[in-house]
């Protein structure tokens, strides 16, 4: 677990604003800016969100399939405890007006969806400010299924990362790093997927605070992605994980679907993130190409 004092110490480096230098942690984008490559882009933008950037270490994909990694949002899909549910009202229907629309109401953290870097840091990138070329990454998939199974407290480690790289080779600079313990299955069971016991305390796997550092600081990488409620374990007192991740202007998707459908190494994954100005995050649509 991660000891208190590297806590301590994320915790200044986002009060003093140090660890939200992200250029530090995206490895491949980092080099082609130093490089000036995005030198002629800067400038073009639409609102907040960049209208090109390069894609990170300049790859090529290909693929045969695309997966669907988000559960479909119904007043019935699990939020965190005492939040309102996702509601819908028709606006119009195509029976009376001619057209079918309907009017939303929903808390930004329900169903599949990002956290940006605002969500947890005063004057973080808010979700419309996420560069494109972040949001289309080399999609790492860690199973821990059968350790979610023996503790539905799992946090996902360091061991966990290593264990990964020592079969597929070391993770891809610029990648999206989610794991899957199962926990999609319960989604359509608000109950099940949120599993509060007596004293109101959530239990679900998280990634364990060390792990979201040891991927900050010795790996390159643009996110993190769970398919519970968190980024954390259910059981989190102190948000270890959001802290640093959201700290060092990364983002985290909650509430992913389908991991275990897809390889654990070689896919890409395209994050839909909502691009409403400001936002702290809100319902994704994650689809990955293999
Ligand atoms: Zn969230």
Same mark, same amino acid.
């Given at each position: 677990?991660?000891?208190?004092?590297?806590?301590?110490?994320?915790?200044?480096?986002?009060?003093?604003?140090?660890?939200? &230098?992200?250029?530090?942690?995206?490895?491949?984008?980092?080099?082609?800016?130093?490089?000036?490559?995005?030198?002629?882009?800067?400038?073009?933008?639409?609102?907040? #969100?960049?209208?090109?950037?390069?894609?990170?270490?300049?790859? #090529?994909?290909?693929? $045969? *399939? !695309?997966?669907?990694?988000?559960?479909?949002?119904? @007043? $019935? *899909?699990?939020?965190?405890?005492?939040?309102?549910?996702?509601?819908?009202?028709?606006?119009?229907?195509?029976?009376?007006?001619?057209?079918?629309?309907?009017?939303? #109401?929903?808390?930004?953290? !329900?169903?599949?969806?990002?956290? +940006? @870097? +605002?969500?947890?840091?005063?004057? %973080? =990138? @808010?979700?419309? +400010?996420?560069?494109?070329?972040?949001?289309?990454? @080399?999609?790492?998939?860690? =199973?821990?299924?059968?350790?979610?199974?023996?503790?539905?407290?799992?946090?996902?480690?360091?061991?966990?990362?290593?264990?990964?790289?020592? $079969?597929?080779?070391?993770?891809?600079?610029?990648?999206?790093?989610?794991?899957?313990?199962?926990? &999609?299955?319960?989604?359509? =069971?608000?109950?099940?997927?949120?599993?509060? &016991?007596?004293?109101?305390?959530?239990?679900?796997?998280?990634?364990?605070?060390?792990?979201?550092?040891?991927?900050?600081?010795?790996?390159?990488?643009?996110?993190?992605?769970?398919?519970?409620?968190?980024?954390?374990?259910?059981? *989190?007192?102190?948000? %270890?994980?959001?802290?640093?991740?959201?700290?060092?202007?990364?983002?985290?998707?909650?509430?992913?679907?389908?991991?275990?459908?897809?390889?654990?190494?070689? +896919?890409?994954?395209? !994050?839909?993130?909502?691009?409403?100005? %400001? %936002?702290?995050?809100?319902p994704a649509r994650l689809l990955a190409l293999v």
């Amino acid at each position: 677990m991660c000891g208190p004092e590297v806590m301590a110490s994320v915790r200044q480096q986002v009060r003093q604003g140090r660890a939200v &230098d992200r250029r530090r942690f995206i490895g491949g984008a980092g080099a082609i800016a130093a490089a000036g490559a995005l030198g002629p882009l800067r400038g073009l933008t639409q609102g907040a #969100t960049p209208i090109a950037t390069p894609l990170a270490g300049g790859r #090529t994909i290909s693929f $045969e *399939s !695309v997966v669907n990694l988000s559960h479909s949002l119904t @007043p $019935e *899909s699990p939020v965190w405890p005492n939040r309102p549910p996702f509601q819908v009202e028709a606006a119009t229907t195509v029976a009376v007006e001619g057209f079918y629309a309907n009017m939303l #109401t929903y808390h930004e953290h !329900v169903g599949t969806h990002i956290d +940006a @870097p +605002a969500h947890f840091v005063d004057g %973080g =990138d @808010p979700v419309d +400010a996420i560069a494109p070329e972040r949001l289309v990454a @080399p999609l790492v998939v860690l =199973d821990v299924t059968a350790q979610a199974e023996a503790d539905e407290d799992y946090a996902v480690s360091v061991d966990d990362i290593l264990a990964w790289e020592s $079969e597929y080779g070391p993770l891809p600079d610029g990648a999206f790093v989610a794991f899957t313990s199962g926990w &999609d299955a319960r989604f359509s =069971d608000a109950e099940a997927f949120v599993n509060l &016991d007596a004293e109101g305390v959530q239990h679900y796997p998280g990634f364990a605070p060390d792990a979201a550092v040891f991927l900050i600081e010795q790996r390159s990488i643009v996110g993190i992605g769970t398919d519970t409620l968190s980024q954390d374990p259910g059981n *989190s007192t102190d948000f %270890g994980t959001h802290v640093a991740i959201l700290g060092a202007g990364l983002y985290g998707i909650e509430g992913a679907a389908n991991l275990g459908e897809v390889p654990a190494s070689g +896919a890409t994954v395209i !994050v839909g993130a909502p691009n409403h100005a %400001g %936002g702290s995050g809100g319902p994704a649509r994650l689809l990955a190409l293999v």
